[in-house]
């Protein structure tokens, strides 16, 4: 595989996870309040987490920029482990 098509795997699946994510705040706020405040209590945690109400303009740019960040993490992580590999 190219180091493309990596980057394009690796922002793909940031990029869905995160949109299953803002469409799950969009759907069900409440449920995904309680997911957090699970999180949290079995990691031990306490901090004050609020879900804030959906705002497409925001699902939109959280879903854009971790692609970006996947593509750029897949590519430089293929790059490297081409480059140890020689």
């Known amino acids: 595989m190219t180091k493309n098509q990596i980057g394009l795997i690796c922002g793909l699946f940031l990029a869905i996870v995160h949109a299953v994510w803002s469409l799950a705040v969009g759907i069900a706020p409440a449920l995904v309040q309680k997911f957090i405040n699970w999180i949290l209590t079995i990691h031990q945690l306490t901090v ?20 970006v960040v996947g593509f750029v993490l897949g590519w430089v992580i293929s790059w490297l482990t081409q480059a140890v590999s020689k």
Request: no cysteine.
């Open 48 to 67: 004050p987490v609020l879900v804030l109400p959906f705002n497409l303009t925001n699902a939109i740019i959280l879903v854009g920029f971790t692609f």
